[in-house]
């Protein structure tokens, strides 16, 4: 506490319980009979939270797949803009990434003006080649991402565009990016909490900031205008706030919660029958209406007396904290009435101040990690700048899984094609396995020549280490099959990869020295990775009994037909995995 703090002398405690004990005597003892025999208060939280929590359940999904496209689209950019891939070739490169994506399966690219450039279109029905709208362009280079034109489909499933801008740097614009984000997991999710969790008289919607229903548990609302009443009323003011509203319906007896999305400017809305929320509610009113009359008429009196000068300074207060929801850091407040208002008083201008200095924080370190993510993976990004990361040599033993991938035959490729054509091929081959190691949580330890190291379950913990690395080395392998057909038609090269896969203890840190060190992993199990990887064929990733046993259920495995490697004196099993 700092030294100019004004002292307690008559604190809100002492003039509360003196207030609150004339109010209390008659109210208490009516109001205390009715809530014991009905918790009505109770139920009306549990009801709110209830409904609140099926808006929020309905909420994660859709944002959860925006999210998801979203890097999609991201993952197409980092390639757009990578100056280590031949401009003429990005785009090509780029589909192999979409090609490979479950999620979107159209994106359109654009220039700075808008104008249409190219598309990779998957379902033969994609964009038209009429230029981006003014309008559109305009907004997405002023927003992290823009979602908009929602379509309801006969069908009734709901898709929305996304739009991004191309950044190469923070404050420069080469582009735009296009896709179609189909909304029918979160369709499906609406139905089966609807069913599960609310009664059949119930209902859930998911409404635009024009109040068109995207999606509903009422097949025959999706795509209609719901009305502006009660809660639709206030459409705007709910998403501009970004807080959970809840309410009555004033044309029908049910209750109303509405949780806005944080991402895109939707609403969740739920509703209940009133009849079944608050079945108990009607005796309760009645014993805390008679209770509370003859406390109202007490109480007004003495309110009369204390209301003045207790609100006073909680109204300045008040007046403050919606200063500094409105960012206006510098403002303060100034109360004097030696009680804790005025310790809160001085507690906010601290805050205040502390708001402002953590801003500038912020600011320097979003600087930072964009720098530091050029050389470093994310989650080490993260901990440096947090200063969380240890910055001594040395490590700590982890369970991680170890892949590595060797480019087959890498001499013979060098002697017949000029180092030109063969740093290109290296490049977009490493940066198409480097997006699919991020992509699966993955850390790329280095590069060795035409090899690739990466591992998984550090510096993030990871339960399903395993799994994602063989994930890995499945898209990688489907990557790499698209990326041959270009580099055998411009270049006549082929590259086949040979991968090794093992699970198993490490040392994961900083190696080096004092002056230039590189956070690796040290270890038999990156030993026997390697080791796997030289006795891989074309095409083939090999992997230890350990992975095999740990991944049966997802992935297919056979014995390998090659010689045993020997661990510790004693001969190990080795099993291909089969794309």
């Known amino acids: 506490m700092s030294a100019d703090r004004p002292d307690i002398r008559f604190p809100l405690k002492l003039k509360l319980v003196v207030f609150g004990g004339l109010l209390a005597v008659l109210p208490a003892l009516a109001v205390g009979l009715g809530l014991m025999e009905v918790n009505a208060s109770t139920l009306e939280t549990q009801n709110r939270e209830m409904r609140l929590a099926v808006a929020e359940d ?141 009664s059949a008289r119930s209902r859930i919607d998911v409404v635009d900031s024009e109040r068109r229903v995207i999606l509903s548990t009422a097949p025959d609302l999706r795509g209609q205008t719901l009305p502006a009443v009660g809660l639709m009323e206030s459409l705007d003011t709910i998403v501009a706030q970004g807080v959970a509203h809840s309410g009555d319906h004033p044309e029908r007896p049910v209750l109303v919660s509405a949780l806005p999305l944080q991402t895109v400017p939707w609403v969740t809305r739920v509703e209940v029958p009133m009849d079944e929320a608050y079945a108990s509610l009607i005796r309760m009113r009645w014993i805390v209406g008679l209770g509370t009359t003859g406390a109202a008429a007490i109480a007004f009196i003495l309110a009369l007396v204390f209301a003045g000068r207790l609100t006073r300074p909680l109204d300045a207060v008040v007046a403050f904290t919606k200063r500094l929801g409105e960012r206006a850091f510098d403002a303060r407040v100034d109360v004097d009435t030696r009680d804790e208002i005025a310790l809160v008083a001085a507690t906010l201008n601290d805050a205040a101040a502390d708001l402002k200095a953590s801003e500038e924080q912020i600011a320097r370190e979003i600087e930072i990690r964009a720098d530091l993510g050029r050389y470093l993976p994310e989650d080490l990004v993260d901990n440096v700048v947090r200063r969380e990361q240890a910055m001594a040599l040395g490590g700590e033993r982890r369970k991680i899984t170890v892949l590595f991938a060797d480019v087959v035959r890498f001499t013979p490729l060098c002697e017949h094609h000029e180092p030109e054509v063969v740093v290109t091929v290296l490049n977009e081959l490493f940066t198409l396995m480097t997006t699919v190691i991020f992509r699966t949580g993955g850390t790329v330890d280095k590069f060795i020549g035409d090899c690739v190291m990466a591992f998984w379950g550090a510096p993030r913990e990871d339960a399903e280490q395993v799994l994602h690395a063989l994930e890995a080395a499945e898209k990688i392998h489907r990557v790499l099959e698209f990326a041959n057909r270009r580099w055998s038609r411009e270049f006549g090269v082929e590259v086949k990869l040979a991968m090794g896969v093992h699970v198993g203890e490490a040392v994961v840190g900083n190696v080096g020295s004092e002056t230039r060190m590189e956070y690796t992993a040290i270890g038999k199990a990156v030993n026997l990775a390697a080791r796997l990887e030289a006795l891989a064929h074309d095409n083939q990733v090999l992997v230890t009994e350990d992975v095999q046993r740990t991944a049966a259920d997802q992935f297919v495995f056979r014995r390998a037909s090659t010689e045993l490697l020997t661990v510790g004196g004693e001969d190990a099993t080795v099993y291909e995995v089969l794309l």
């Open 58 to 198: 309905i909420a994660e999904t859709i944002e959860a797949a925006i999210a998801d496209a979203r890097d999609s689209l991201l993952g197409v950019q980092q390639v757009l803009t990578n100056p280590a891939i031949p401009q003429d070739n990005r785009v090509e490169v780029a589909t192999a990434l979409v090609e490979a994506d479950p999620l979107i399966e159209t994106v359109a690219i654009y220039d700075q003006q808008g104008d249409y450039i190219a598309q990779i279109d998957q379902t033969g029905d994609g964009f038209t080649l009429e230029p981006l709208a003014k309008q559109v362009a305009q907004r997405a280079g002023s927003e992290p991402m823009l979602v908009d034109n929602l379509q309801v489909g006969d069908d009734g499933e709901a898709t929305v565009e996304m739009v991004i801008a191309i950044r190469p740097k923070p404050s420069e614009i080469t582009g735009f990016l296009r896709t179609v984000v189909p909304l029918d997991v979160a369709q499906k999710r609406t139905e089966r909490v609807g069913t599960h969790q609310l």
